[in-house]
């Protein structure tokens, strides 16, 4: 069964490290997010493509990078982890188009110190 | 700018009562809507969604929404909850010359007492 894989699915990190956050999906889509869940604020979009060598800022990119070098794959790269970045991170993928749900990864819960 | 107003952060109520968990959106141009569900230490999936066509439209579990145009509403109910329910529930909305953007509301904490 196509799935979307997140890992780690936990992390301690300090602050000032780079940390890198891995997502796969199997489903074959063109579309890919990056969100994280923080209490009160729902899901905020940090960055998204819409195929290879796409990349696009979200509303709350600021800190945070992602490159997509094939449809499978697209990393989540904190350049300098900040304790405002603690959160639990969903990334998601669907179809083009329009009307299209999104398919979320099972999360994974960062903590920097 | 379009954005999801969920009007209720919590939602307790009793084992088999009836729920509504309210949403309303703003956009100046015609959307999609959508409601997510994330039980505890899960992602989210799919409840319904609503593209054209009828405005209730059922979806999984027993749930169903009304789309409500002149409201701006996008209500999400069920006739009689389980203690299985309990979950978070998030509304959300995009708009056709976006599709493939998703903006969600803060998400409503339904939880069901026995």
């Known amino acids: 069964d196509a799935e979307i894989t997140q890992s780690p699915r936990h992390k301690i990190t300090e602050t000032g490290r780079q940390v890198t956050l891995a997502c796969h999906q199997t489903?074959?889509?063109?579309?890919m997010f990056w969100y994280r869940q923080d209490l009160g604020h729902g899901l905020r979009l940090i960055h998204y493509?819409?195929?290879?060598?796409?990349?696009n800022k979200g509303e709350v990119s600021d800190g945070y990078s992602v490159s997509r070098s094939n449809t499978e794959d697209l990393p989540l790269t904190l350049e300098s982890a900040a304790s405002s970045q603690t959160s639990v991170y969903f990334c998601?993928?669907?179809?083009?188009?329009?009307?299209?749900?999104?398919?979320f990864g099972p999360g994974t819960r960062l903590t920097v110190l | 700018a379009q954005s999801v107003t969920q009007l209720d952060s919590q939602v307790p109520v009793f084992e088999e009562a009836p729920v509504e968990l309210r949403c309303n959106y703003s956009?100046?141009?015609?959307?999609?809507l959508f409601w997510y569900v994330q039980y505890p230490n899960q992602g989210l999936q799919l409840l319904l969604k609503?593209?054209?066509?009828?405005?209730l439209v059922k979806g999984i579990n027993g749930f169903e929404a009304e789309f409500n145009k002149s409201q701006t509403s996008f209500h999400l109910r069920k006739p009689s909850v389980h203690i299985s329910d309990t979950a978070e529930y998030f509304c959300?909305?995009?708009?056709?010359?976006?599709?493939?953007?998703?903006?969600f509301g803060s998400g409503t904490r339904l939880s069901i007492r026995p």
């Open positions: 998601a993928s669907s179809l083009g188009g329009v009307g299209n749900e999104q398919f």
């Open positions: 489903w074959n889509h063109n579309n």
């Open positions: 493509s819409y195929g290879v060598q796409d990349t």
């Open positions: 956009s100046s141009v015609s959307v999609y």
């Open positions: 609503y593209l054209s066509g009828s405005t």
């Open positions: 959300a909305v995009s708009v056709y010359s976006s599709a493939s953007k998703i903006i």
